[in-house]
């Protein structure tokens, strides 16, 4: 390896022991080896470092881009029209500690949805020593590239496959470990039959009451016709595109409401609510995991559009109740209710069970993920989402029961949006 990249490889492991250290363990040999075996730069060719900064071109002036592609930043690529791809090069430490979560091991098998450039998947590769990965990579042009990538490194044992990842990839099933780099609405239904009895998959999981790419990502464990999540930490992905994904990130206007124009002139109620806010004109911290915490529970919950512009993390959210004609708005510092108090009610009643819980954010919640036929029907301390194909299913654990890592009791660990380059990001420090 040439002196000057040697240099950049080096400080680059480094920067990621560092960052596995503030994670509580030091970065395992093993990945280290592989990481150094699947060097970045190979893989990076025309991207920016921020999603509206210049074009860089790799392959035209090697030397002056090193430092960038050997830091810890999502690098967004780009196309040969200059317009940013769908698609990034993720930040390295977070994305290397939640494949170490999987635990590969040589011999296994391997996918991953959304491969990307093929940089991950070829640090598997270099894991699964005697095993092989599959990626799974919707776009075209980054297919063939990571192929023409893989193929120049004598990377044998991954296979690039240019398809729609919600259908996985059934000619190399079961899977021992697989991952999908986006965040999912609804488990597509290939993978309760593509992953391995015992076998991990690690999901990114999109929010009902979300901003952004704020997601809920898990690793499960597959245990008969259901995942279990083994831990959890808040993160943000770019969206997982395809049939069935398409929910999770919009707002409702309340002119689309039916009922609307005879309830919508006065409210009914309007109460101060602070939510525990220092500052009640704005939401954030505790407002924040309360949005999380409706939306995992109630199946009203809704975040509205007012025709304002705001942006989707600060946006009024609450309760619909169109049966009863009644809408209860969470806006910063106040309640609003109209119509008939029945989403008002609910909504009240929601909150005194989330502060009597320790204000929980998701991740205090063990996940089970089924197939929507299978799903309970919820009941006290036990809430089900159904989204299509897959359900969640979210229990609160009792007092008695034994931490989990990744798990939280009071509002923590919220997640933080991704910044505008769109990739993935770690939970703030």
Do not use: K
Not at 193 to 207: C, K
Not at 287 to 297: H, K, M, P, V
Not at 391 to 406: E, F, I
Request: net charge neutral; glycine share 12%; with cysteine.
């Amino acid at each position: 390896m040439e002196p000057e990249i040697e240099e950049h490889i080096s400080r680059f492991l480094g920067m990621l022991d560092t960052a596995f250290r503030r994670r509580g363990e030091a970065l395992p040999e093993r990945l280290r080896r592989a990481v150094r075996e699947a060097p970045r730069h190979r893989f990076v060719h025309r991207f920016r470092v921020e999603r509206d900064g210049p074009v860089e071109d790799f392959d035209a002036e090697r030397q002056r881009h090193l430092a960038a592609i050997y830091s810890d930043r999502v690098l967004t690529h780009v196309g040969p029209d200059d317009a940013a791809l769908d698609s990034t090069n993720s930040q390295p430490s977070y994305v290397l500690w939640l494949l170490h979560r999987l635990g590969l091991e040589p011999g296994h098998r391997v996918m991953e949805i959304g491969s990307g450039s093929g940089w991950l998947a070829a640090v598997m590769g270099r894991l699964v020593e005697g095993g092989q990965v599959a990626g799974v990579e919707i776009l075209g042009e980054l297919a063939r590239r990571s192929r023409d990538d893989l193929a120049a490194l004598g990377i044998a044992n991954v296979a690039i496959v240019e398809g729609d990842g919600t259908a996985g990839h059934a000619a190399g099933a079961p899977y021992d470990r697989a991952m999908i780099t986006a965040a999912v609405w609804d488990l597509p239904a290939a993978l309760f039959d593509q992953v391995a009895e015992g076998g991990r998959l690690l999901l990114p999981i999109a929010l009902a009451g979300g901003a952004g790419r704020d997601c809920h990502v898990a690793v499960l464990r597959r245990e008969g016709d259901r995942f279990r999540a083994l831990e959890a930490v808040p993160g943000g992905f770019v969206r997982f595109t395809g049939p069935g994904q398409e929910r999770g990130a919009g707002r409702r206007r309340l002119a689309e409401l039916p009922f609307w124009p005879g309830i919508g002139a006065t409210p009914a109620l309007h109460r101060p609510l602070s939510l525990g806010l220092r500052d009640p004109t704005r939401f954030g911290g505790a407002a924040y995991a309360f949005r999380l915490f409706l939306g995992q529970t109630e199946p009203g919950f809704t975040v509205f559009d007012d025709g304002t512009g705001e942006d989707f993390s600060t946006s009024a959210f609450g309760l619909v109740d169109a049966a009863a004609q009644s809408v209860a708005i969470c806006r910063p510092g106040m309640l609003l209710g109209y119509g008939a108090a029945t989403a008002a009610r609910q909504l009240d009643a929601a909150y005194r069970r989330w502060a009597a819980m320790g204000m929980p954010g998701p991740a205090a919640f063990d996940l089970e993920v089924v197939r929507a036929e299978q799903a309970p029907r919820s009941r006290p301390g036990l809430w089900v989402e159904v989204r299509g194909a897959s359900a969640l299913v979210w229990r609160l654990a009792g007092a008695a029961s034994p931490p989990r890592a990744g798990r939280r009791t009071v509002v923590r660990g919220r997640p933080s949006p991704a910044g505008p380059d769109g990739g993935i990001r770690p939970p703030a420090p």
